[in-house]
Structure formats: C-alpha cells, structure tokens
C-alpha cells in the first residue's frame, strides 16, 4: 500500500493520527530557519493559535522549531506575545531559542515584558534570554515592564545582571517610564536597584520631569527624596515647578520649594512659574 502524498501524512498527524514508523520528515513552506511564507503547517501559526499537539507533531516531523513567519517571527515570539505559557513550555522543551530577533526588533523576552503575569519572562530568563537585548523602539524589557506597570516582570528581571540606566531611542530609562505612567512602586523599586534619577532624556526631560508633567505627585516626592534636582529643565527651559503650577498640584509644588526650587526661574518664553 502506498503512503500518502507528505501534506496529506502532515494533515492526518495534526488531526491526531499516529504518524507512521519509518515515514520521512515533512517539510513545509516556511519551516526552515529564514525562510518565507506563513502557512496553517507551520510552527509559528501553530503556536501563535495555542495548538501544542499541532507544534509537537510539525517538529517531529522535522520542522525546525526556530522557524519564522512572513514578519520573522518565530513560535516562541507568538506564544510569547499571546501569554501562552504552556506553549512557551512546550517550545522551549523542544528546543525554541530565546535569543532571536525578528526583523523589526521584536523578540520573545521583549513581548513577555508586557504581559502581566512574570512566569513566561522567568522561563525565557532560565532559557537564556538576554534581558538587556532592546526592542524596535531601543526599548529593553526592563523598559517595557516599566511602561506597562508590569511589577512582577520588572522583579524578575532585575534579579538578573541587568543595565538598570539602560535607554530607549528617545534617552528615556526605565525609571522615566515608571515615573511618567505614575507607577509609584515600581519607581521606588528601580531606585532601590540604583536607578539613577537624574538623568535626562533626548528633550531634557529627566524622571522628576516626566513625573511633574503628567502630575504624579507621590512619585515626585519619591523622586525628590532620592536626590532628584528640582530645578532639571527640559529642552524648552521648563522645570518641575512650572509643570506643577501648570497641573495645581499643590503638594508636588510644595515639596520642590522645601527642596529649594527657584520660583523666579523662566523658561524659553520667559514664563515663570507664577506665569
């Protein structure tokens, strides 16, 4: 009896029928290290759907786990992004590596640091990932975590040997992230890590800054209390003290005073504080 055409023995193995002993490897559009074409036969698209079976039955195959997608993302990446992290498991164990980078910047560790929950960023951590590897925007996962309030990720990877000061392509640190979104603990966090919070990013803004900008005022003080410089300004000459009488955060302009900015400072218009 003949065997069946290989998609057709790929398909039927999907479908959960035993692959036949002896049967050679299938090879699919797509599955080999660097190449194109995104199909339902593929690791990628298997894992970004959550199928396991599916992604277990591909490689046994012999399709290489590592295998991208049109964009150059691999399984790992859309399990990653996805919070999938019976997947990831399931990936890693067959062998998916943490390291790669797709095309734009993205990869594995970078889309995990925006997920609530730490687990998949621990096991990509224990994998080998690299947590100082930046995104498409020069952001690093730390930086990411940062952006997004993710306290849990930030812990995880601050338990690495990691660049705390690390910028994106904007000169922004994790810290200015944390202290721009107003995420108070995690500010606190970085600062205790070494964080430092003086400095500015690609517009002058230093975290002090981009916390009195948005009117974050416990985080100002957070700030402050770490030998932040009140009287930092930004690239249009504004200081923390105008943004506070901007936004009438009354306690943030208070604390920068007992701290001894200058209520006479002018900005590039020529506006005091008052003004």
Do not use: K, Y
């Not at 730390?142 to 910028?167: M, T």
């Not at 108070?184 to 970085?190: A, F």
């Amino acid at each position: 009896m003949r065997s069946p055409p290989p998609i057709l023995m790929l398909l039927l193995v999907l479908a959960g029928a035993p692959a036949a002993p002896g049967a050679p490897p299938v090879h699919v559009l797509g599955q080999t290290s660097g190449g194109a074409g995104e199909t339902a036969l593929s690791v990628p698209e298997q894992a970004r759907r959550g199928n396991r079976e599916g992604v277990r039955a591909l490689v046994a195959r012999g399709a290489d786990v590592n295998a991208v997608d049109a964009d150059g993302w691999t399984g790992l990446m859309h399990a990653s992004r996805r919070g999938d992290l019976a997947t990831v498991e399931t990936l890693l164990e067959l062998g998916a590596s943490p390291t790669l980078v797709a095309p734009r910047g993205n990869h594995a560790l970078a889309l995990a640091a925006a997920e609530e929950d730490a687990r998949i960023a621990r096991e990509l951590l224990a994998a080998g990932a690299d947590p100082d590897v930046p995104g498409p925007r020069g952001e690093t996962p730390l930086i990411r975590a940062a952006q997004r309030g993710r306290r849990q990720v930030l812990e995880a990877l601050l338990a690495q040997s990691i660049d705390v000061d690390a910028s994106d392509d904007g000169g922004a640190t994790a810290l200015h992230h944390a202290a721009s979104g107003g995420h108070r603990e995690l500010v606190r966090i970085l600062l205790a890590r070494g964080a430092a919070p003086g400095i500015a990013a690609d517009d002058g803004s230093t975290p002090l800054l981009a916390a009195a900008r948005r009117g974050h005022e416990a985080v100002g003080a957070e700030l402050l209390a770490a030998g932040a410089e009140p009287d930092a300004r930004d690239a249009s000459g504004s200081t923390a003290l105008m943004f506070a009488a901007q936004r009438g955060s009354a306690a943030l302009a208070g604390a920068l005073i007992e701290a001894g900015a200058d209520v006479d400072a002018l900005d590039s218009a020529g506006r005091t504080p008052l003004l």
